[in-house]
């Protein structure tokens, strides 16, 4: 065979077995075509390699050959580590989310309800294979299934499977379908806080009821101002609670059902028939949220909660080294939280309009565990003399004033009592304590912090839900929530919004310049 024919071999037998590879990558599969170019490649080389048998014997007795051996062994060795290390990889993936809200991470909460799925779930994702957002969607699901091996999700593409598109009843494009233990719920939106709210339906035995007191001058849960609770009432059914309202000058018991007891910042004080079916829902182990506003006189309402451990401050806050710009100096930024449940690997600030003094009492009485709960900084105080500040002048004055850190927030457990119920009245017709032994009582110096205006702020949602959560004894929903990843506003104390002013607008120009000026002038004075 001429030289000339035996290239051409190992040329078009090297071509073909490029290709044929080239071709299994792209899609592995091996096709005829495939097949046929890899065999053919194969065999030309084979063949070209018998023929030139000598020359290979001579060019591998080289002593060029040999070192260039040694280096391919080695390239072989490093490339076999690359694909060890690689697998390692695959194997336990790692990843490091860098961004400062962490949105390409699961929120604590998702991983806490993951963490505990008692049943196989799985998640059905009604998306055509070309639209638009599947691969985001697919890393979302990846997180959740890498966090939980009881969670599972399949896409099905509803023009290729009807029929179970039909079953599921599916009737768009982009619709997910939670399903556990014989439930489904539909998921109208692909966003983790969406995908979790539903996963808390479907996975949740039964939906716990929030009752909120009226007929004080409370909050409203159907108001839409800037003080309403309409958004706390949304976020609240977003866990899966349902939500009332209670009049208790109407009702007189407390609902069988009530796993909390929330009354949202009075502005009138409370009967005292009121307070005692308060008393006697709490002395056998209700849970009671309170949320006050200061400079709002209740004193019935302050010596039951006094009577559970909690003193409530005729005074308020002022807090101005704190204060965000633009606000009042009367609106502090909690940063300091005591060890509880409610505000474990918290590490978030929260903010509070206005705000009086919640403290624990020196002395609580037998069975009463108090402690506080957030605290402002050590720059703030309570300030006394409210007549001066409806003027619009604080000033601390030390005997009267408390100074900071002033507990705003305060917890206390309550060992429950039993007490006489011939008419089976306190819990409308059950006799004896709730499921929990222990009552547990949550109050707040303020009550802005969680309406519509303030409620999205920082840490503010979270801190008012973990309340909830610990109230309704699900601790495994007290974490930091999913949040929505749409753009929201930088919040900076006076410290670091001169920072933020100077730094890069005069100090960093200002070093520059001088830095060109002194060059210019070392130039000139060297000559």
Do not use: C
């Not at 409620?455 to 801190?463: A, T, V």
């Amino acid at each position: 065979m001429s030289a000339r024919l035996r290239t051409v071999l190992w040329i078009l037998g090297f071509l073909l077995t490029v290709g044929g590879a080239i071709a299994y990558v792209i899609k592995p599969l091996l096709t005829p075509v495939t097949s046929v170019a890899l065999g053919l490649g194969l065999l030309m080389l084979l063949v070209n390699l018998y023929l030139n048998f000598a020359d290979v014997r001579r060019f591998l007795g080289k002593r060029s050959t040999r070192y260039g051996g040694n280096l391919a062994v080695l390239a072989l060795i490093v490339l076999a580590i690359a694909v060890l290390v690689q697998g390692l990889a695959t194997r336990h993936n790692l990843r490091w989310d860098l961004t400062e809200n962490k949105r390409f991470s699961l929120s604590p909460q998702t991983r806490n309800i993951l963490k505990n799925l008692k049943k196989n779930t799985e998640i059905l994702a009604f998306y055509r294979d070309t639209e638009a957002g599947k691969q985001s969607l697919k890393d979302l699901l990846e997180e959740y299934t890498n966090s939980s091996s009881r969670f599972k999700y399949r896409f099905v593409d509803p023009d290729r499977s009807p029929n179970l598109a039909k079953e599921y009843k599916v009737a768009a494009y982009g619709t997910l379908v939670l399903e556990s233990g014989g439930k489904r719920e539909k998921v109208e939106s692909d966003t983790e806080q969406a995908i979790t709210n539903g996963l808390l339906k479907v996975t949740r035995d039964r939906e716990k009821t929030i009752y909120m007191i009226t007929g004080h001058g409370e909050k409203q849960i159907t108001s839409q101002d800037k003080t309403g609770f309409s958004a706390a009432k949304q976020a609240v059914e977003e866990q899966n609670y349902k939500v009332k309202e209670l009049v208790l000058l109407r009702e007189k018991a407390v609902p069988q059902d009530a796993a909390v007891v929330v009354i949202p910042g009075p502005s009138r004080d409370f009967f005292p028939e009121e307070l005692s079916t308060l008393t006697d829902y709490i002395d056998r182990g209700g849970k009671l949220l309170v949320m006050l506003e200061p400079q709002v006189e209740t004193p019935r309402l302050s010596k039951l909660l006094e009577d559970y451990g909690i003193e409530v401050g005729n005074n308020e806050i002022i807090d101005r080294l704190s204060r965000v710009f633009g606000a009042d100096y009367t609106m502090p930024v909690v940063t300091q939280y005591a060890r509880h449940p409610i505000t474990a690997n918290f590490g978030v600030a929260s903010f509070f309009p206005s705000t009086r003094s919640v403290t624990p009492v020196k002395k609580p009485k037998t069975g009463v565990e108090v402690q506080p709960l957030a605290l402002t900084g050590p720059n703030s105080w309570a300030e006394t003399d409210l007549k001066r500040l409806r003027q619009g002048s604080a000033e601390f004055n030390e005997g009267s004033d408390i100074a900071g850190p002033v507990s705003i927030a305060a917890v206390s457990s309550v060992a429950p009592k039993e007490r006489e119920d011939p008419k089976g009245l306190l819990f409308s017709g059950k006799k004896g304590p709730p499921k929990s032994g222990k009552a547990r009582i949550v109050v707040f110096g303020d009550s802005d912090f969680a309406g519509n205006t303030a409620l999205g702020i920082s840490g503010n949602r979270d801190l008012f839900l973990n309340s909830l959560s610990w109230l309704a004894e699900e601790e495994e929903l007290i974490a930091i929530r999913p949040k929505d990843q749409s753009n929201a506003p930088l919040l900076l104390s006076a410290t670091e919004g001169r920072l933020a002013f100077w730094f890069p607008l005069v100090i960093l120009p200002a070093t520059v310049l001088g830095a060109g000026v002194f060059v210019i002038w070392r130039r000139r004075w060297s000559r």
